[in-house]
């Protein structure tokens, strides 16, 4: 049973720094992209980052400098390291897998919710002023 779980959310300020984590489970993830995603109550999912099975990194303009996505293949583990937060970040934060297999395409594929196959629930992120 395939099986996605976040951790890492919680409560920072302005400008602070937050490590999230996604532990994978139920197969091996390698072969395979990885997202995050975040979400507002009352709005759409939105995209936020995703690697490839090669490691190749696509970025929302709105976190691009100051997000970093990366991957330990050994654990199934995806990460999003999140600086210079801003209140605009605070949402629900999910991540992803996209079982499409080892190949490329464009960060306008990734950004697409039905891109993803798998979901985990999410972690909560709250970034105050």
């Known amino acids: 049973q395939v099986q996605l779980v976040e951790s890492g959310g919680g409560v920072a300020q302005a400008g602070g720094s937050l490590r999230l984590s996604c532990a994978a489970s139920g197969r091996t993830f390698s072969n395979y992209a990885m997202g995050w995603f975040r979400q507002v109550l009352g709005k759409e999912r939105e995209f936020v980052a995703a690697v490839s099975w090669s490691g190749t990194t696509y970025y929302a303009d709105s976190v691009k400098g100051r997000f970093t996505i990366s991957r330990n293949n050994a654990k199934n583990t995806v990460y999003l390291q999140m600086n210079s937060l801003k209140p605009e970040d605070t949402a629900v934060y999910y991540c992803?897998?996209?079982?499409?297999?080892?190949?490329?395409?464009?960060?306008?594929?990734?950004?697409?919710?039905?891109?993803?196959?798998?979901w985990g629930q999410g972690t909560q992120v709250t970034v105050s002023s």
């Open positions: 992803a897998v996209d079982f499409t297999g080892r190949t490329y395409y464009s960060s306008s594929y990734y950004s697409r919710s039905q891109t993803w196959d798998y």
